[in-house]
């Protein structure tokens, strides 16, 4: 089993910056992919950034350019810098991680973009 926790998540004004942090902890092994997915009400889970165990990252398409991922592998950490937030970018944030062929998830972190 792992255990994914997000933290940084808040209310920011637009144009504002977070950093979003995803602890794990547990029995990982074969990490095949980290990440962030995003979800706001009334819509379906999208992805917002992933890594994957060869390095290559993609990002949705609202965000290239404005976020990054990256990750802490002795502190078993994912990052995902948030700069230029849009109110569009208010959703719960989902850490993601592929461990052995399984997806496993964060409890979420709410992000709020506003005035």
């Known amino acids: 089993q792992v255990q994914l926790v997000e933290s940084g998540g808040g209310l920011v004004q637009p144009g504002g910056s977070l950093r979003l942090s995803c602890a794990a902890s547990?029995?990982?092994?074969?990490?095949?992919?980290v990440g962030w997915y995003r979800q706001a009400p009334g819509k379906r889970r999208e992805l917002v950034a992933a890594?994957?165990?060869?390095?290559?990252?993609s990002y949705g398409d609202s965000v290239k350019g404005r976020f990054t991922i990256s990750t802490d592998n002795a502190k078993n950490t994912v990052y995902l810098q948030v700069n230029s937030l849009k109110p569009e970018d208010t959703a719960v944030y989902y850490c993601?991680?592929?461990?052995?062929?399984?997806?496993?998830w964060g409890q979420g972190t709410q992000v709020t973009v506003s005035s």
């Open positions: 547990g029995n990982i092994v074969n990490i095949y992919g």
């Open positions: 890594i994957t165990s060869d390095n290559k990252t």
């Open positions: 993601w991680m592929n461990s052995n062929h399984y997806n496993y």
